[in-house]
């Protein structure tokens, strides 16, 4: 389902502040804030990764020079058990707080919900966003990091990141959300958790193509078309999806994805990035920027989220997948 928003919500600022190894990403210099140390100076990881969205959201605060408690409502989530790493970072903060959990794809389903706050009025400034911890993550999907246990070429590597962003009520300044997407989950039968990017990418296809679709567009219309966080695997299948709907490949060059970019040609990180500070850190800081210097005029992010649980995963179910689009602007 797309959402026109006649109102246009503007993202007043951005932030990104990542891990250690996160030094190593194309994206470094978009980032604000490189850590020294994974726990971010806290007892665990997943003390850490409250800091990292605590202090994340306190430096789009700084930007925009507001106070929380100028802030009507913080919107955000993560990978950890009943996200309870955004559940502490929100007592922090004092906001009123709207948990979320779309996996990855929730860098863009927080933007939509306080897109429309805003747009109904209820809303006059909403920091959203995302974050995801590499160690929390991947004791909790999949083994310690203390195991070594070996990954194949299909997996990908959960960035320690978080991203946010300002929404408020429009501002001629500052790019604004034109419309949104609301995915469908999209499950083809993957039940193979060191392959997110093939589950993931059916859901990506059907959301780029009923955006598209509904909005009477083509490819051609924006500056550039950015998943995340499908990665090198992903990435190659939505491609060939849509050039088996006649889609040019000088139009396929404009989708890009940021997990496949996230640490360039690096194959220590095997098939690219993933987690829900992949795609987060990459919109709120990278592609902001790229308004602001001019260079982009109109893109549509598309975050995808695989909606998996260790216990589902466990019990022999599938990965169901699902992909949210906001597609912005600026004059």
């Known amino acids: 389902m797309v ?72 919107l955000s989530g993560d990978l950890v058990n009943q996200m309870t790493p955004t559940n502490f970072a929100a007592r922090e903060l004092a906001v009123s707080f709207i948990g979320l959990f779309s996996a990855c794809a929730t860098s863009v389903s927080s933007v939509i919900i306080a897109s429309l706050l805003t747009e109904l009025g209820a809303s006059q400034l909403a920091i959203a966003g995302s974050s995801s911890h590499h160690n929390a993550t991947e004791r909790q999907f999949r083994y310690p990091v203390d195991y070594g246990a070996q990954k194949p070429a299909t997996a990908q590597w959960t960035v320690t990141a978080a991203g946010y962003t300002l929404v408020g009520k429009y501002n001629p300044e500052f790019p604004y959300v034109v419309a949104a997407t609301v995915g469908k989950v999209v499950d083809f039968n993957d039940t193979d958790p ?32 950015m998943t995340g966080d499908l ?19 000088d139009e396929l060059k404009l989708i890009r994805d940021a997990g496949a970019e996230y640490y360039g040609e690096d194959k220590s990180f095997l098939a690219g990035a993933s987690g829900a500070g992949c795609s987060a850190s990459v919109f709120f800081s990278y592609v902001l920027s790229q308004f602001k210097t001019g260079r982009y005029k109109r893109v549509l992010l598309v975050a995808t989220g695989a909606l998996l649980s260790p216990l589902s995963f466990q019990q022999g ?14 004059n």
Not at 197 to 222: F, N
Not at 233 to 244: H, N, S, T
């Open 3 to 74: 959402i026109l928003f006649q109102t246009k919500p503007s993202l007043l600022a951005g932030a990104a502040i990542v891990g250690p190894l996160e030094s190593r990403s194309v994206f470094r210099s978009y980032f604000d804030v490189v850590a020294e140390d994974e726990l971010f100076q806290e007892k665990t990881n997943e003390r850490g990764q409250s800091r990292l969205i605590t202090d994340t959201c306190q430096l789009v605060m700084d930007k925009a020079q507001i106070k929380n408690l100028d802030v009507d409502y913080f």
């Open 194 to 225: 060191f392959h997110m990017g093939g589950a993931m990418a059916p859901a990506a296809y059907e959301t780029i193509t009923t955006h598209l679709k509904q909005r009477k567009q083509k490819i051609y219309d924006y500056d550039m078309i």
């Open 231 to 249: 990665g090198n695997i992903g990435l190659k299948l939505v491609k060939a999806m849509l050039a088996q709907d006649g889609i040019s490949n």
């Open 317 to 330: 179910e599938s990965i169901p997948c699902t992909a949210h689009a906001i597609e912005i602007a600026m």
